[in-house]
């Protein structure tokens, strides 16, 4: 069964370093996503992407945070300047469209030091 | 905006018990209802969904849930855990129009004691 797979699954960066979470989608799915999941607390909706622009956003995904689809293929994460408080796990998903399930990856779990 | 709302942080249940987890949702519009599953060190896994239909809906290993619109309920049940039914189970929800934003609960720890 075709899945979402996210790289790293590990990320180690200092604060007010760039990280670049990568993700790839499954390949007929029009629709993706990223949430993040910070120790212990809920999973929370950070942004939506469709038709190559973001179509929702949540206020956590603020001017150091972006996203990009560069090709057919990669979805990714951008955070510009990481703070302490960015350490989460990351999950990418996409879908085919409205009503059908959002698949997940497996997380990206970022470590800021 | 829709809001979810999971009772019980924390299920510990013995094996071959049946188990309830709770799950309330507040919303304006219609929306799609979900369970997820995380294992330890794992991403979200779709056990079920309700999108229209029958309010009683099977998902994978043995689970199911009842979606009841007056009490803007969605538990999920099994009849008899195991061992490997340990893990974290989220509710979730999405209006269904516009942007699919999936909105969670808190989670629920299921924990299950031989």
């Known amino acids: 069964e075709p899945e979402v797979t996210q790289t790293p699954s590990h990320q180690v960066t200092q604060m007010g370093q760039e990280v670049i979470l990568r993700c790839v989608p499954i390949s007929n799915h029009l629709y993706f996503y990223w949430y993040r999941q910070i120790l212990g607390q809920k999973v929370e909706f950070l942004v939506s992407?469709?038709?190559?622009?973001?179509?929702?956003k949540s206020e956590i995904f603020d001017d150091q945070f972006s996203v990009e689809r560069p090709d057919g293929s990669n979805f990714t994460l951008k955070i510009r300047s990481t703070k302490l408080e960015d350490s989460a796990m990351y999950f990418c998903?996409?879908?085919?469209?409205?009503?059908?399930?959002?698949?997940f990856g497996n997380g990206t779990r970022l470590t800021v030091t | 905006a829709q809001s979810v709302t999971q009772l019980d942080s924390q299920v510990p249940v013995f094996e071959e018990a049946p188990v309830e987890l709770r799950c309330n949702y507040s919303s304006s519009v219609s929306v799609y209802l979900f369970w997820y599953v995380q294992y330890p060190n794992q991403g979200l896994q779709l056990l079920l969904k309700y999108l229209s239909g029958s309010t009683l809906v099977k998902g994978i290993n043995g689970f199911e849930a009842e979606f009841n619109k007056s009490q803007t309920s969605f538990h999920l049940r099994k009849p008899s855990v195991h061992i490997s039914d340990t893990a974290e189970y989220f509710c979730?929800?999405?209006?269904?129009?516009?942007?699919?934003?999936?909105?969670f609960g808190q989670g629920t720890r299921l924990t299950i004691n031989p």
């Open positions: 992407f469709y038709n190559n622009e973001i179509s929702e």
């Open positions: 979730a929800v999405t209006a269904q129009q516009g942007a699919q934003k999936l909105v």
């Open positions: 998903a996409s879908s085919v469209g409205i009503g059908s399930p959002l698949h």
